[in-house]
């Protein structure tokens, strides 16, 4: 499976699967990344930390840690 982190800049990813267990899956569907999303990748640090996207209308950076746990497709 594909990784949120996996995916290259500029691409448009639909969440799949929100991994991760107790307070980082809460913290990662507190920031609206939750199974359907659709994710746009707008830039990756020079050495692949943090990621920064769209999601929902709003930018956020996502570290490589937490990107991991959100399977996209």
Do not use: F, H
């Not at 999601?55 to 399977?71: C, F, H, P, Q, T």
């Amino acid at each position: 499976m594909k990784t949120l982190r996996d995916a290259g800049i500029g691409e448009t990813v639909t969440v799949t699967k929100v991994g991760g267990e107790g307070a980082v899956k809460r913290r990662i569907m507190d920031m609206g990344i939750t199974r359907g999303v659709q994710i746009y990748v707008r830039k990756v640090a020079p050495l692949g930390d943090p990621v920064e996207v769209n999601v929902r209308g709003y930018e956020l950076s996502l570290r490589k840690a937490d990107a991991e746990n959100i399977l996209v497709g």
